[in-house]
């Protein structure tokens, strides 16, 4: 059951208010160099994802929003304690102070790289999935 099925006005503001979401906090993404305000921003980017996948609104969009909101929980907690854990550990949420970080904590770097890459992950679900839903209509 699509939620805009009568109101095509409805469905382009969303779009475009998830658009615009995605835009500006792309753009403010670029100039952080607080990890923590970097992720902040990214999970803008992440809910205007899901606006626009909840906006199409389709048994296929609603069971990955599902699924994105349920790996993208498990995976952002993850970013989350580790950016804490670095954070109290060297008094500093700088991202250029990751640097090295591999050499020092291979553990700790390589669990924060799994939860960046299945962070991303999901973003890239939710294009494909909004790509051929644009090419079925």
């Keep these: 059951v699509e939620i805009f099925q009568y109101s ?5 503001i969303s779009i475009l208010l998830a658009l615009i979401s995605i835009l500006y906090a792309s753009i403010g993404a ?6 923590k305000r970097l992720f902040a921003y990214s999970s803008i980017i992440h809910s205007g994802f899901i606006l626009i996948a909840t906006t199409i609104a389709t048994n296929y969009s609603i069971s990955t929003v599902i699924f994105y909101l349920f790996t ?4 952002n907690a993850g970013i989350w304690i580790a950016s804490t854990i670095f954070h109290n ?12 970080l591999f050499y020092k904590h ?3 770097s390589s669990a924060l790289i799994i939860c960046l890459i299945g962070q991303d992950f999901n973003i890239w679900l939710v294009i494909c999935l909004i790509i051929l839903l644009i090419l079925n209509l």
Excluded: V
């Design 30 to 35: 670029i100039k952080q160099t607080n990890i």
């Design 106 to 108: 291979p553990y700790f």
């Design 8 to 12: 095509p006005i409805a469905i382009f």
């Design 72 to 75: 993208y929980l498990f995976m």
């Design 89 to 100: 550990t060297y008094n500093s949420e700088n991202i250029n102070d990751y640097r090295g």
